[in-house]
């Protein structure tokens, strides 16, 4: 890895933000930006004050899954060098989705990318936060990199499927964290398993246990599991997530005992 943190050279804490916490995969399509909204709206609802800063450039779906798609953002008219984030369920949200026309291509290289994250971090008025939470791209590119190095990141939160091509790419994000200095504050194993409405069957459609064993080995929290629940895929879809759509579901509930044991 090239330009690496040196040993000496501590991130920056953020003015205000009392723990940025950052949510990663190492496969794309595990969840994870489903778990980041809804941990971000459980701990509103604890009472936290929670910005969620979407650092997935290529393919930022927030505005969709917190019901924000097709709001512009704004300059604040008090700094009108900050951005001012969009509030949405009590949350502070800021994505480059709400900056450039909803079908539109980012093609960008990272220097780009990493000036974006940047910005994200420094030129938003954030005012007070208990929690930033930070969904990041998956793998360990340049957004991860960019974070690490900008400011102080409080914890990772791995978000894995149980099956293996997903915990063998869960396994590279951990190292990620690790070689950064970052602690890792858990694993979350979302697809679970699936419960059929209808019979009540069960099926471990992508296996099952993967999460908290790797949790066991690498000996960080297991955060707990998500099953696969189309509540759960509806609430992304509709912009209204299941911890604001249906808060007394199993999976509310789930994300919400997540949420506590950060
Ligand atoms: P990632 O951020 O890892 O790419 P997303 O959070 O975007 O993944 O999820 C991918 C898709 O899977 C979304 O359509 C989302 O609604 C759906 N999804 C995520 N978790 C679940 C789940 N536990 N049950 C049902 N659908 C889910």
């Known amino acids: ?12 804490k953020l003015q205000n933000i009392r723990y940025i916490l950052a949510t990663t995969s190492g496969k ?6 489903t778990v980041s909204v809804n941990l971000a709206i459980s701990l509103s609802k604890f009472g936290y004050k929670v910005g969620l800063l979407d650092a997935d450039i290529y393919g930022p779906n927030i505005p969709r899954m917190m019901g924000i798609d097709g709001i512009p953002v704004a300059l604040d008219p008090k700094n009108k ?3 001012l984030p969009i509030v949405k369920y009590g949350i502070k949200i800021i994505s480059i989705g709400s900056m450039i026309p909803k079908d539109a291509a980012v093609i960008w290289r990272g220097p780009l990318i990493n000036q974006v994250i940047k910005q994200f971090l420094n030129d938003v008025t954030w005012g007070e936060l208990d929690f930033l939470i930070v969904d990041l791209p ?4 340049d957004a991860q990199l960019t974070l690490a190095q900008e400011a102080k990141v409080s914890g990772g939160i791995i978000v894995t499927t149980p099956q293996n091509v997903a915990l063998d790419d869960a396994a590279k994000a951990y190292d990620f964290f690790v070689k950064l ?16 409405p209808k019979c009540g069957y069960r099926s471990d459609i992508f296996s099952h246990g993967g999460g908290e064993a790797f949790a066991k080995k690498t000996k960080i929290p297991f955060l707990g599991e998500i099953p696969i629940d ?33």
Not at 1 to 12: A, C, G, Q, R, S
Not at 233 to 260: L, M, Q, Y
Request: net charge negative; aromatic share 4%.
């Open 81 to 83: 060098d900050k951005i």
């Open 230 to 262: 189309i509540q759960i895929r509806e609430g992304g879809d509709e912009g209204s997530p299941v911890s604001i759509s249906a808060p007394d579901s199993v999976v509310a509930k789930a994300f919400a005992d997540a949420a506590r044991s950060i």
């Open 181 to 196: 200095k970052v602690p890792v504050v858990g694993v979350i194993e979302n697809m679970s398993y699936f419960v059929c």
């Open 1 to 12: 890895i090239i330009n690496l943190p040196k040993h000496d050279e501590e991130p920056p």
């Open 28 to 33: 794309g399509g595990v969840g994870k930006s």
């Open 138 to 141: 998956p793998g360990t590119g």
